[in-house]
């Protein structure tokens, strides 16, 4: 195969820590690979871009693409790809990668492999696995098509490590955009404002349920802060307005894999669990002995969760 | 406005920690009652909300047309999505073994050019294999503008639509000139989650989806569902990728009960060593 491209995520001209993740995976192909950093400020991101081994750093570096819209992206990360010939275009699973892989796979005429966990390379065969059915199997999937699309799960990739050395650092063309462009218009992002970890890359997360009522905040914040975690909650927590919506760990919110889960008041409902059991250390609090989070914790403590939190928080502290 | 919504039936999505695996590895859902993925009823639901002044759910202020690929048996999702208030339904015959996302997404644009609609909305996923793409796909092959993981809509005009996508931490927003394609979550059918132009934006609609009463259901029966061949909206049947054989994830052994707060931090502290 004749090499992978990276497709960066960045943020405000700052590289996103799942691309660290599908660097990983780029690595684990064994193929020589090139990172893409697109976006307004891509030239200052190259450089955290440049010691990790890629045979180079592209970027794009265009006022036009302030603002991520797939249609506007979408043609240069196709572009890129078929000038230099890369037959694997790999992106983070986020937000990002979801929205944009099968539409530069389309472009490609490639085949995708969203969401992968694991990736098994065969001589000139590759394998991919995925969770499946609400993360109760792991699907295995073959790409028919001579360029593959791949997104990577970033809590199942270890975050590459600098290598050293620095990839030469090359600036390249925006393509041209899409029709489709022109029928998008980027107006905002609004961000919960937080100065905790991001759900997503937090070494702890401690999560609650629809019990703790309007208590949510006043009850886990203090936990959160003892324990330098992230906040998250169930999807009944936030469909009834305890906990905002960007705080949702689940199936249709964010996949976590921390170090450490403490769930509080959560019941364990099949889509919920899809989201968390990939944490090392899960520890459940819940007065209901029958719930089924207890059958996936490690820890396990049945007992009323006002009672519980405040003394945890003591615990820790003392 | 005339909307297309794609549908898909899936395994019992509440019951699928019950799926198994067959002689020959593959996923086996034996036993698992079929039932509409569940983001494709929250599309439908979408689609309804767009399409008629809330105060009076029962007149359709426009076209809803639902469509599926699936062999004969998937005509009972469809007929309880007409019941629902869906006008027309399209099936077109297939077997999952012959279809890929790719194929599909191929065979909606197929669908599109017959149709014309202004909007399609998808699930953002389907509930099995979850792979998040065929919205996007479509877009692509029609050359149309896309707005994923919508959970937030509201129809300015028939010309354009407010999309609140969701991100990580966040909401982007972004406006989508119209003909689009839009995917949603499950966020989107709060009670104020989708704001039609024939609806006052003070109107509530109840939590969720709703349910066809019985007389709609059989006045149904007698609503419009054509049966295509694949052949007829996707000529080039090839398939991009491949599903193998599967495996049953690690299961996490249920660990201990502690009896106290404190059994527990000393745990935390010297056997996970995570604190």
């Given at each position: 195969?004749?090499?992978t491209?990276?497709?960066?995520e960045?943020?405000?001209?700052?590289?996103?820590?799942?691309t660290?993740?599908?660097?990983?995976?780029?690595?684990?192909?064994?193929?020589?690979?090139?990172?893409?950093?697109?976006?307004?400020?891509?030239?200052?991101?190259?450089?955290?871009?440049?010691?990790?081994?890629a045979q180079?750093v592209l970027?794009v570096?265009?006022?036009?693409?302030?603002?991520?819209?797939?249609?506007?992206?979408?043609?240069?990360v196709a572009?890129v790809?078929?000038?230099?010939?890369?037959?694997?275009?790999?992106?983070t699973?986020t937000a990002?990668?979801?929205?944009?892989?099968?539409?530069?796979a389309?472009?490609l005429g490639a085949?995708?492999?969203?969401?992968i966990?694991?990736?098994?390379v065969?001589?000139?065969s590759?394998?991919?696995?995925?969770?499946?059915?609400?993360g109760?199997?792991?699907?295995?999937l073959?790409i028919?098509?001579?360029v593959?699309?791949?997104?990577?799960?970033?809590?199942?990739f270890?975050?590459?490590?600098?290598?050293g050395?620095?990839?030469?650092i090359?600036?390249?063309?925006?393509?041209?955009?899409?029709?489709?462009?022109?029928?998008?218009?980027?107006?905002?992002v609004?961000?919960?404002?937080?100065?905790?970890?991001?759900?997503?890359?937090?070494r702890v997360?401690?999560?609650?349920?629809r019990?703790l009522k309007?208590?949510?905040?006043?009850?886990?914040?203090p936990l959160?802060?003892?324990?330098?975690?992230?906040?998250?909650?169930?999807r009944?927590?936030c469909?009834?307005?305890?906990?905002?919506?960007?705080?949702q760990?689940g199936?249709?919110?964010r996949?976590?894999?921390?170090?450490?889960?403490?769930?509080v008041?959560?019941s364990?409902?099949?889509?919920?669990?899809?989201?968390?059991?990939g944490s090392?250390?899960i520890?459940?609090?819940?007065?209901?002995?029958?719930?089924?989070?207890?059958?996936i914790?490690?820890?396990?403590?049945?007992?009323?969760?006002?009672?519980?939190?405040p003394e945890?928080?003591?615990?820790?502290?003392? | 406005m005339?909307?297309?919504?794609?549908v898909?039936?899936?395994?019992d999505?509440d019951?699928?920690n019950?799926?198994?695996?067959?002689a020959?590895?593959?996923?086996?859902?034996?036993g698992?009652?079929?039932?509409?993925?569940?983001?494709?009823?929250y599309?439908?639901?979408?689609?309804?909300?767009?399409?008629?002044?809330?105060?009076?759910?029962?007149?359709?202020?426009?076209?809803?047309?639902?469509?599926?690929?699936?062999p004969?048996?998937a005509?009972?999702?469809?007929?309880?999505?007409?019941?629902?208030?869906?006008?027309?339904a399209?099936?077109?015959?297939?077997?999952?073994?012959?279809?890929?996302?790719?194929?599909?997404?191929?065979?909606l644009?197929?669908?599109?050019?017959?149709?014309?609609?202004?909007?399609?909305?998808?699930g953002?996923?389907?509930?099995?294999?979850e792979?998040?793409?065929?919205?996007?796909?479509?877009?692509?092959?029609?050359?149309?503008p896309?707005?994923?993981?919508?959970?937030h809509?509201?129809?300015e005009?028939?010309?354009?639509?407010?999309?609140?996508?969701?991100?990580e931490?966040g909401?982007?927003t972004?406006?989508?000139?119209?003909p689009?394609?839009?995917?949603?979550?499950d966020?989107?059918?709060?009670?104020?989650?989708?704001q039609?132009?024939?609806?006052?934006?003070?109107?509530?609609y109840?939590?969720?989806?709703?349910?066809?009463a019985?007389m709609a259901i059989?006045?149904?029966?007698?609503?419009?569902l054509?049966?295509?061949?694949?052949?007829?909206?996707a000529?080039?049947?090839t398939?991009k990728?491949?599903?193998?054989a599967?495996?049953?994830?690690?299961?996490?052994?249920?660990g201990?009960?502690?009896?106290d707060?404190?059994?527990?931090?000393?745990?935390l502290?010297?056997?996970?060593?995570?604190?």
């Amino acid at each position: 195969m004749a090499g992978t491209l990276v497709v960066a995520e960045l943020s405000d001209g700052k590289v996103r820590k799942a691309t660290f993740n599908a660097i990983t995976f780029a690595k684990q192909v064994g193929a020589p690979f090139a990172i893409l950093a697109m976006g307004a400020g891509a030239g200052g991101a190259a450089k955290d871009l440049a010691g990790f081994g890629a045979q180079k750093v592209l970027t794009v570096d265009d006022a036009g693409l302030k603002d991520y819209v797939c249609e506007k992206f979408a043609p240069t990360v196709a572009k890129v790809a078929k000038d230099g010939g890369y037959d694997t275009v790999v992106v983070t699973a986020t937000a990002f990668g979801k929205d944009i892989a099968p539409r530069i796979a389309g472009k490609l005429g490639a085949g995708l492999a969203p969401d992968i966990n694991l990736v098994k390379v065969d001589g000139g065969s590759r394998k991919y696995r995925r969770p499946t059915y609400a993360g109760n199997a792991f699907s295995w999937l073959e790409i028919a098509t001579p360029v593959h699309v791949v997104s990577v799960r970033p809590t199942e990739f270890p975050a590459a490590e600098p290598a050293g050395g620095g990839s030469p650092i090359e600036a390249v063309a925006a393509a041209p955009q899409d029709p489709a462009a022109s029928k998008v218009e980027f107006l905002k992002v609004e961000t919960g404002k937080s100065e905790r970890p991001d759900l997503g890359e937090a070494r702890v997360v401690v999560s609650g349920g629809r019990s703790l009522k309007e208590q949510f905040k006043q009850v886990l914040e203090p936990l959160a802060d003892a324990l330098g975690a992230a906040l998250g909650a169930s999807r009944a927590a936030c469909d009834a307005g305890y906990a905002p919506p960007e705080l949702q760990v689940g199936q249709t919110g964010r996949t976590v894999a921390p170090q450490l889960y403490v769930a509080v008041g959560i019941s364990g409902a099949i889509q919920h669990i899809a989201g968390m059991k990939g944490s090392k250390v899960i520890v459940a609090i819940n007065k209901d002995p029958e719930a089924p989070i207890f059958q996936i914790a490690d820890y396990g403590l049945v007992q009323d969760l006002f009672v519980a939190v405040p003394e945890l928080i003591k615990e820790l502290k003392s | 406005m005339k909307i297309l919504v794609a549908v898909k039936r899936v395994a019992d999505p509440d019951n699928l920690n019950k799926i198994k695996l067959s002689a020959q590895g593959k996923v086996d859902t034996t036993g698992l009652e079929p039932k509409p993925s569940p983001y494709d009823d929250y599309a439908l639901e979408t689609a309804l909300r767009l399409t008629e002044n809330g105060t009076n759910t029962k007149a359709r202020l426009g076209e809803v047309i639902v469509a599926t690929f699936g062999p004969k048996e998937a005509e009972q999702m469809l007929r309880a999505m007409l019941g629902t208030g869906a006008d027309r339904a399209i099936r077109v015959d297939a077997t999952d073994e012959a279809l890929d996302g790719d194929l599909v997404a191929r065979g909606l644009k197929g669908i599109v050019e017959k149709e014309k609609p202004d909007l399609v909305l998808l699930g953002y996923q389907q509930a099995e294999h979850e792979s998040n793409e065929v919205g996007q796909l479509l877009a692509e092959y029609l050359g149309w503008p896309q707005a994923s993981s919508a959970g937030h809509i509201q129809s300015e005009d028939d010309k354009s639509l407010l999309v609140g996508r969701e991100i990580e931490g966040g909401v982007a927003t972004v406006r989508v000139t119209l003909p689009a394609v839009v995917t949603v979550l499950d966020k989107i059918v709060k009670p104020k989650s989708v704001q039609s132009k024939h609806t006052a934006a003070t109107h509530a609609y109840p939590e969720g989806v709703r349910f066809a009463a019985l007389m709609a259901i059989m006045a149904a029966k007698k609503k419009p569902l054509a049966e295509m061949k694949l052949a007829d909206v996707a000529p080039d049947a090839t398939l991009k990728v491949k599903y193998g054989a599967a495996e049953l994830p690690p299961k996490r052994a249920a660990g201990v009960k502690v009896k106290d707060v404190k059994e527990l931090v000393q745990k935390l502290k010297t056997e996970a060593k995570v604190v």
